[in-house]
């Protein structure tokens, strides 16, 4: 080669270095973006659900059913849409997803009838399920580990748990200036130019050999939509409901049989080597104590500042926000933070702010007002998880083959979303339970007290799970990113 040559190519070295990472950026930008859309429609509704339940007449009962027909659905097929995402190439499979989840929003917008928005929002659960998945999987595999991934997946958390407080400012913002309708029309454009975009910057992965796992599918689908049922039955008529009870014995039965089966599978659609690493295992009930916590916080905290203290649906939505620039904030300081110190340094570090703030809001009382009891204890919130979430994703997906990160991705989003319907479950039961016969402000908030107390009893849970299932020595976190 010729010295021409040699200063020709030194001169395009950095020029395709700028290309590649702007390509990523852009890449990153496409996935996270529709991440944002279905993480939104978890909680962008809540603040909608009165003018909801007035413009299509729904009755109390069915109204619980606009947010439980997209988690029964979401929480159900979150499995099989990851095991389509290896098989099938994960950029079709998150577009597919993705078209679906538009045009069901579309369709729920447009619904002149209960029935048309309950499916509407089943089918949106469905796409959410078959393209979530991919996100986390194609970040895992554009992204080396280190700080390059680490700065990743601090924005794929600060959408992740920032969105669904996001999701109440939006809602409160929207139902009050525009229409109801429009917090799912919103979905549409983003959905379309993600649709449109994604071919061109995303590169399709390649396809895993093999076929689906239809038992495996069957059960783990069947088994998932149970469990959440049955969550969501007891939630709202109590633990010893039978349709519940029979809910939970069939989820037993469903998702035993799914562990047997997957054991003994060729090509299961969840390898049990995931779990074969403890600290991987730690990290997924970790979050599914945190998640179910969190969750319910979100769904009390929304009644008490419209209720309690009565902010208009667009103050109550605005008065989140300082829990979401906490968590924006901090998740992005999370990668420089990891690269300095240790991964479960940093989750027991942001865990203490968490349940501190849990605790403080346990204390609330009819005469709680916002900056005084509620303004502190958010951004405590807000901030810990920002710290919490970098980590410990970084822990669930250490060390996971190839084929199996579509698998290991769809196993974070299903500790989520299971999390978030046990813990609301869990966390309506107490405040019930906590309320008796009486009524009034303070029979509520003494409910919502103890829905707090109990919450941060899940945080600390959660806590002591870090402290001694995920602990590692320090010459143990290089290991981690290369074992299996």
Known sequence: MSTSSIMQETRLRPRRRTALRDRRGLALAIVLGAQLMIILDMTVVNIALPSIAHGLNFSAAGLSWVLNAYTLTFGGLLLLGGRAGDILGRRRVFIAGIILFTAASLAGGLAQSAGMLLAARAAQGVGGAIASPAVLAMITASFADGRERARAL?????????????????????????????????????????????????SETARQPGHFDVTGALTSTAGMVSLVYAIIRAAADGWGNPVALASFAAAAVLLSGF????????????????????????????????????????????????????????????????????????????????????????????????????????????????????????????????????????????????????????????????????????????????????????????????????????????LLVVLTVMRTAPNENNATATKQ
């Open 154 to 202: 601090g924005i794929y958390t600060a959408v992740v748990m920032g969105g669904g407080s996001l999701g109440l400012v939006l809602g409160g913002v929207i139902t009050e200036w525009v229409s109801w309708r429009w917090v799912l029309f919103i979905n549409v454009p983003i959905g379309v130019l993600v649709a449109i975009a994604a071919p061109v910057f995303l």
């Open 259 to 462: 562990v047997w089966h997957e054991s003994r599978a060729r090509q299961p659609i969840t390898p049990l080597r995931l779990f074969a690493d403890r600290r991987r295992a730690g990290s997924y009930l970790t979050r599914l104590l945190i998640v179910a916590g969190m969750f319910g916080m979100f769904f009390f905290l929304t009644q008490f500042v419209q209720e309690i203290l009565g902010f208009s649906p667009l103050r109550a939505g605005i008065s989140f926000l300082p829990m979401t620039a906490a968590l924006f904030g901090v998740s992005r300081l999370a990668p420089r933070l990891v690269s300095r110190f240790r991964p479960w340094t940093l989750m027991v570090t942001g865990m203490l702010p968490v349940v501190a703030g849990m605790a403080w809001l346990s204390r609330i009382a009819p005469g709680t007002g916002y900056l005084a009891g509620v303004l502190g204890p958010m951004v405590l919130i807000g901030a810990g998880m920002g710290v919490v979430f970098v980590p410990l994703t970084m822990a669930s997906l250490a060390g996971v083959r190839p084929e199996d990160s579509g698998a290991a991705s769809s196993m974070v989003n299903v500790m989520q979303q299971v999390g978030g319907s046990l813990g609301l479950a869990v966390l309506v039961t107490a405040a019930g339970n906590a309320m008796g016969h009486a009524a009034g402000q303070a029979a509520v908030v003494h409910g919502m007290s103890r829905a707090f107390t109990l919450a941060a009893v899940l945080d600390v849970l959660a």
